[in-house]
C-alpha cells in the first residue's frame, strides 16, 4: 500500500474550492439547458475563452484574441493536435532529453522520432540545439519542429534564461521550425519574476503555444488550451475531431474562477511553496549528505540526483516497501536512458506526509545503498 505519494504531479486537494465549486455549478446549471443540448463547437466555451486570453495577458503583456484560443481535454491533447500539426508529416521532434512522460509517450504512440537536446539549470542548451538542428539538417532530415517546457521544466524543475529563449527563436527562426510551447507550469510560481513565455519575445508566426487549467486548478476538469497565429490554428483545428471541449466543466469552472483567477493561483501556489519547502527542507535533514535536488522556483517537483553507487529502480522498490511512491528518473527521458535521478511530487500529499515520507525515502535510500544491488 502507498501511503506517501510523490511520484504523480497532481494538485493540492487542500486547496480545491469543492464548496463554493458546487455552489458555482448550482447557479450556473438551471441556464445551460440550450447550451448543453449542443455540440460544443471547436473552440470551446467563449467565456473560458475570454478568461484564458486576460490571463496570459496579465501574465505576458500580449493581447491574444479570444477567438483564436481553442479549448482542449486538458492540455494533453493540445499536446497530441500540436505535433501532429507541426510534424507536417515529417515525423521528428527536437526537444530536452528529459521531458512530460506523457508527451514522450504520445510522440512514442505517434511514430514521432525524438531527438533529445541536454538541458541544465538554464534549461534546453543552445550550443546542443544549434548542433543538433545542423546535424539533421546534414541529414537531409530537417526539424519540422521543437518542442520545449521552457518554464519550471518537467522533470527538472528548470526555468530557460532570456539569453536562452531568445537564442531559440533565433535558431527556430533560422531552421525553420515550428516552437511548441508548453507551458503547463507558467502560474505555479512561488519566487522571483515569472519569466517570459516564448511567444510573448517573438512575433514569428510559427509558434504553438499551450497551457492549462490543471496545475493552476484541477486536473480532474480536464481544461487546457493552446493558440497559434490564424493560419496555424486552422491546421490545428483541421485535425480536430472530437465535436469540441467539454461545455458543462469549462462552464462550472468559468463561472467559479470568472472574478477570481489570481486570487485562486495564489491562494493555491501558497500552500504549494509551503509543501516545496517542507520537502525540501526535509530533503535537506534526510538526505542533504547523500543526494542533491533542485531548488524549483515553480512547478511541482524536485528533481533528485542519488548517489552514483545507487540504482534509481531498487530505491523505488524499496521506497514502495516502504508505503512511499517515487517516480524514476529513466520514465521522463526521451530513450529511457537510466541517469541517476529521481523525481518527487510536492502537490498531493500533505505537510505532514512529506515529512513522514521523505523521513522513509531517506531510510530507502540508505538501504538500496547497503543492498549492494546498484
Ligand atoms: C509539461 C506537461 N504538459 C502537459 C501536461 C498535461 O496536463 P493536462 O492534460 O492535465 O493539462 C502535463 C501533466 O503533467 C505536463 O507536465
Request: hydrophobic share 40%; glycine share 8%.
Amino acid at each position: 500500500m502507498i501511503r506517501y505519494s510523490f511520484a504523480t504531479g497532481n494538485t493540492n486537494p487542500e486547496t480545491f474550492p469543492a464548496d463554493a465549486f458546487g455552489e458555482a455549478a448550482a447557479r450556473v446549471l438551471p441556464t445551460m439547458a440550450a447550451d448543453l443540448n449542443q455540440y460544443p463547437g471547436k473552440l470551446g466555451h467563449e467565456g473560458l475563452r475570454r478568461l484564458m486570453a486576460e490571463r496570459e495577458f496579465e501574465r505576458e503583456g500580449v493581447r491574444i484574441d479570444p477567438d483564436h484560443i481553442v479549448l482542449t481535454n486538458g492540455s494533453m491533447q493540445a499536446v497530441t493536435l500540436a505535433a501532429e500539426t507541426a510534424a507536417q508529416g515529417n515525423n521528428l521532434v527536437v526537444m530536452e532529453e528529459y521531458s512530460y512522460v506523457g508527451s514522450i509517450r504520445a510522440f512514442d504512440a505517434m511514430g514521432i522520432e525524438m531527438v533529445g537536446v541536454p538541458l541544465d539549470e538554464e534549461g534546453m542548451r543552445m550550443d546542443a540545439l544549434a548542433d543538433t538542428l545542423e546535424r539533421l539538417k546534414q541529414e537531409g532530415r530537417p526539424t519540422p519542429f521543437i518542442y520545449t517546457l521552457a518554464t519550471y521544466q518537467n522533470p527538472t524543475g528548470a526555468v530557460m534564461s532570456r539569453e536562452r529563449r531568445l537564442k531559440l527563436i533565433e535558431l527556430a527562426r533560422q531552421f525553420d521550425c515550428i516552437v511548441v510551447e508548453d507551458n503547463c507550469y507558467g502560474d505555479v510560481h512561488f519566487d522571483g519574476d515569472k519569466p517570459p513565455a516564448l511567444y510573448a519575445l517573438d512575433d514569428d508566426p510559427r509558434h504553438i503555444y499551450l497551457s492549462s487549467l490543471s496545475k493552476i486548478f484541477a486536473p480532474g476538469v480536464r481544461l487546457g488550451y493552446l493558440t497559434a497565429s490564424p493560419a496555424l490554428l486552422e491546421r490545428v483545428l483541421a485535425r480536430r475531431h472530437d465535436a469540441g471541449p467539454n461545455t458543462l466543466a469549462a462552464a462550472i469552472t468559468y463561472e467559479y474562477l470568472h472574478d477570481k483567477l489570481w486570487q485562486h493561483v495564489e491562494m493555491a501556489n501558497d500552500a504549494l511553496k509551503a509543501k516545496r519547502d517542507t520537502m525540501l527542507d526535509a530533503l535537506n535533514r534526510h538526505l542533504g549528505n547523500e543526494c542533491s535536488f533542485s531548488h524549483p522556483s515553480g512547478g511541482l517537483f524536485i528533481w533528485v540526483r542519488l548517489p552514483d553507487d545507487v540504482d534509481p529502480g531498487r530505491v523505488q522498490e524499496i521506497a514502495a516497501e516502504n508505503e512511499v511512491s517515487i517516480a524514476h528518473g529513466s520514465d521522463f527521458h526521451i530513450r529511457n536512458d537510466a541517469g541517476p535521478f529521481i523525481r518527487l511530487a510536492f502537490g498531493y500529499p500533505t505537510i505532514d506526509e512529506i515529512e513522514a515520507g521523505i523521513a522513509r525515502l531517506g531510510d530507502s535510500v540508505r538501504q538500496a545503498r547497503g543492498s549492494g544491488a546498484s
